[in-house]
């Protein structure tokens, strides 16, 4: 069974930095572009970027809204990707998820999402 | 950038009846276009991929066309549990913009 599990969401001040998490199982996660996708509270979704695999360059993009203050990376050796976040804002408040591809770089399976919450 | 329209943003409907969102981009996709289904409080679920490609164990009163930019998604024959939020994405070039999604109500 595919899992998806994120963690590392909280409670952050304006301009501070979290580190969010997300294990992989029950598929070769080596193999596999990963997402992360945020959603504000009662509003609609946002890709924020992504990462490809070993055999594509481990090539990142990300959102114009988070380009230079949010780094995507991957260990495959722990079947973890990770999205660290600086200079975070008030707007950056959201549900995180984090998505596997199933082709063409679409979010086919997604984790259960951990909450950030940035306010003074 | 490519960006996304999706509509209607809101729909009523009745079980049984026959409902089309449609999203349109501002350039061709080529079929880089999927749909996703979400409930609340409950992360999306992926249901078309490629425009017309149904994922495994989705029913077929699910469906999806079109080509270059524009892109519709049918459900034939709405079902109690079908009613929730959906949405489009394209993921023809990054940056991979969802549309403004369609929350469908009885």
């Known amino acids: 069974e595919v899992q998806l599990v994120e963690s590392g969401g909280g409670l952050v001040q304006p301009g501070g930095s979290l580190k969010l998490s997300c294990a992989g199982s029950?598929?070769?996660?080596?193999?596999?572009?990963m997402h992360w996708v945020r959603q504000a509270s009662g509003k609609g979704l946002e890709w924020i970027g992504r990462?490809?695999?070993?055999?594509?360059?481990?090539?990142?993009a990300y959102a114009a809204s988070v380009k230079g203050r949010f780094t995507i990376s991957r260990d495959d050796s722990k079947n973890m990707v990770y999205l660290h976040m600086d200079s975070l804002k008030s707007e950056d408040t959201a549900m995180y998820y984090c998505?596997?591809?199933?082709?063409?770089?679409?979010?086919?399976?997604w984790g259960q999402g951990t909450q950030v919450t940035v306010s003074s | 950038d490519i960006r996304m329209t999706q509509s209607p943003s809101s729909l009523s409907a009745s079980v049984g009846d026959r409902i089309t969102i449609t999203c349109r981009a501002n350039q061709s996709i080529y079929n880089y276009l999927h749909w996703y289904q979400q409930k609340p409080g409950k992360a999306p679920k992926l249901l078309i991929s490629?425009?017309?490609s149904l994922q495994s164990g989705v029913p077929t009163r699910f469906s999806g066309s079109g080509s270059g930019a524009e892109y519709t998604f049918t459900i034939s024959s709405l079902q109690p549990e079908d009613f929730a939020s959906y949405y489009c994405?394209?993921?023809?070039?990054?940056?991979?913009?969802f549309g403004q999604g369609t929350k469908l109500q009885i």
């Open positions: 029950g598929f070769t996660f080596s193999g596999s572009a």
């Open positions: 998505t596997r591809s199933l082709g063409l770089d679409n979010c086919g399976d």
């Open positions: 994405q394209h993921t023809y070039s990054t940056p991979y913009c």
């Open positions: 990462i490809r695999s070993g055999v594509n360059n481990y090539a990142t």
């Open positions: 490629a425009a017309s």
